[in-house]
């Protein structure tokens, strides 16, 4: 299977809310389109960047129509598909009215309930039999509080080699990911779900990254990966990943996608700072240390 229309640059679309916290759909489109025509190769609906632990059903599916009609395939859109309830993410996948027009689900390893490595095998294999569409597993033990260790990641690759076609790992763990990258099948997608080591995953082969910052300076986040996937020695990117040093912190300290929409309200003061509790705006230290920092 030919993944190479997620390689590069994907962005983990935030979700803008009005004052009285209802979804800002006017822009949600303002913001779709300034991805687009600054660049990035692909985007994510409704990640954790998306605040959707806090959106109801009908929300949800509102906004995958809304982002696919906005988006009107320009790029390719993925889906997050994720939770510790396997059996509601079926029933999720098969009553998602438009889930076959997205190129493929994101799907989280389930947290809380903290499943064994046999558990998270059993869990994605089903959902890779019930998806009409490829499955992007996401690996985040910081949120889920278990590890998906390498073996189940490509037990899970090569027992479904046209379905399960890559992984984000938002590990941390340059080992365990330089260890996906060299035993994974071939056309495995290794995608970098931290903005700062995506320069890294990919000076050892990876293939990208799912980003937050990309919300904010696609142009320039898009071109700094581009550089590195097209550069054999990674050099040329490394001025440009530099220059984002100071983001990486400051967009984290708060908590994602706190930092983001502060920054985003920065550069589009349309982008209002709500969120939804639990989550709070970023504070008042954060947000001035973020004005110094613009480019």
Known sequence: M????????????????????????????????????????????????????????????????????????????????GGNNTSALIRELASTPRIREFAAILSVVPYYNKP?????????????????????????????????????????????????????????????????????????????????????????GGDGVISVIGNAYPKEFTRMIRLSLNDETHTSATPLHQRFSAFYTLLFKDGNPAGIKCLLHHLFPRYKEVLRLPLVPASDTTRDAMSHELL
């Open 2 to 81: 030919d993944n190479s229309n997620l390689r590069g640059m994907g962005v983990a679309l935030t979700t803008p809310f009005n004052d009285d916290l209802s979804i800002d759909y006017d822009t949600l489109d303002f913001h779709i389109d300034y991805l687009i025509e600054q660049g990035v190769d692909y985007i994510v609906a409704l990640g954790t960047t998306a605040e959707t632990p806090t959106l109801t059903p009908d929300e949800k599916m509102e906004l995958e129509s809304r982002i696919l009609d906005r988006v009107a395939g320009r790029v390719p859109v993925v889906v997050g598909v």
């Open 116 to 204: 064994t490595q046999e558990g998270m095998y059993r869990h994605f294999s089903a959902i890779a039999e019930a998806s009409p569409i490829p499955v992007i597993l996401y690996n985040i033990p910081g949120r889920s509080g278990v590890n998906m260790e390498v073996d189940t990641v490509m037990r899970l690759a090569r027992q479904y080699p046209d379905k399960i076609i890559g992984i984000k790992e938002a590990s941390g763990n340059m080992d365990q990911i330089r260890l996906v990258i060299t035993r994974r099948p071939k056309g495995f997608l290794v995608l970098s779900g931290d903005d700062s080591l995506a320069h890294n995953v990919i000076g050892h």
